[in-house]
């Protein structure tokens, strides 16, 4: 089975604080994902990656960038936490390069909370 | 832009009721569409997915969808639920040739034994 590993289940940091939220997958997967689930909100697309040093934006990328250096692995970093970035933090990894995103395999997320 | 919506936030139904979940998408093109499913304390898995032919697509534990291109749907369908069907249901779609997969917002579903 694809193991998409988070880092932390539960993180809590402070206003100002640098945050590295850190993915691995085991599956060689070229792409990659991170996405912010808020209740009411639903699952929002922060960043992709769809190689190594690749990188785009998604939906809400604002506060956030991220690193790909090695290919299974893939970090989200807040640059200076706030704390309307209280959030669930989602990795995913997709299957199939040639369909792009045709099925995610998701981590078991990351509870940030930033007080 | 794209967007998904699940119209229904919470549903609560009995065990061997019959589950209608509405999705709808607002922007028309050829698209894939995707049902993902999140336990309690699980993380979001694939329930089942269209991407082109028959558009009444079956998933895992006997739950099917049907694509209705004329009403840009996509609803999720199951006869009997269980209560281990308590879970929360997202709604996913991606325009052919896009690289983003955008979800709705979700539904609560609670099966009460």
């Known amino acids: 089975d694809v193991k998409v590993t988070q880092s932390s289940r539960y993180l809590v940091k402070r206003t100002g604080e640098k945050v590295f939220l850190e993915c691995v997958q085991d599956?060689?997967?070229?792409?990659m994902f991170w996405y912010r689930q808020d209740p009411g909100l639903g699952l929002r697309l922060i960043y992709f990656?769809?190689?190594?040093?690749?990188?785009e934006k998604g939906d809400i990328p604002e506060g956030y960038s991220v690193s790909r250096e090695k290919k299974e692995r893939f970090s989200l970093i807040l640059e200076s936490a706030s704390t309307n970035q209280t959030s669930m933090y989602l990795c995913a990894s997709s299957s199939n390069p040639g369909q792009f995103e045709e099925k995610l395999f998701f981590g078991s997320g990351t509870q940030l909370s930033v007080l | 832009a794209q967007s998904v919506s699940q119209h229904n936030h919470h549903v609560i139904l009995s065990e061997a009721a019959s589950l209608e979940l509405g999705c709808n998408y607002s922007?028309?093109?050829?698209?894939?569409l995707f049902w993902y499913v999140q336990y309690p304390g699980q993380h979001l898995q694939l329930l089942l997915k269209y991407f082109s032919g028959d558009p009444l697509v079956k998933g895992i534990k006997g739950f099917e969808a049907e694509f209705i291109k004329s009403k840009f749907s996509f609803n999720l369908r199951k006869p009997s639920v269980q209560w281990s069907d308590t879970a929360e249901y997202f709604c996913?779609?991606?325009?052919?040739?896009?690289?983003?997969?955008?979800f709705g917002t979700g539904t609560r579903l609670l099966v009460s034994p």
């Open positions: 996913a779609v991606k325009n052919t040739g896009f690289q983003k997969l955008v």
């Open positions: 922007y028309g093109g050829t698209v894939n």
């Open positions: 990656s769809y190689d190594v040093k690749m990188k």
């Open positions: 599956m060689d997967h070229e792409n």
